[in-house]
């Protein structure tokens, strides 16, 4: 799938071994149903997590990143 002309392909800003970062709540969660059973310290623990993930993710691949941060903790509140 090439490019349109004048456009490249973003370089990651991270190495291609590059890790990802451990999220073992986030691991853990199978269905919204699951945060249910999150003390608050593991909802802010998720939260962090998932940003985290976020930014590896995009990172490696490109795109915009803002609106992925600013709903973290609003789709986290809205199915706890």
Known sequence: NPLPPGLQQRQSALPPDAARPRTP????V???ENLKNLNMQQL?????E????V???????GGHLGSSMGVVELTTALHY
């Open 55 to 61: 930014i590896h993710t995009v990172s490696k691949t």
């Open 50 to 53: 998932l940003r985290q993930d």
């Open 30 to 32: 199978r269905s919204p």
């Open 25 to 28: 709540i986030l691991d853990m």
């Open 44 to 48: 802010k623990q998720l939260a962090k």
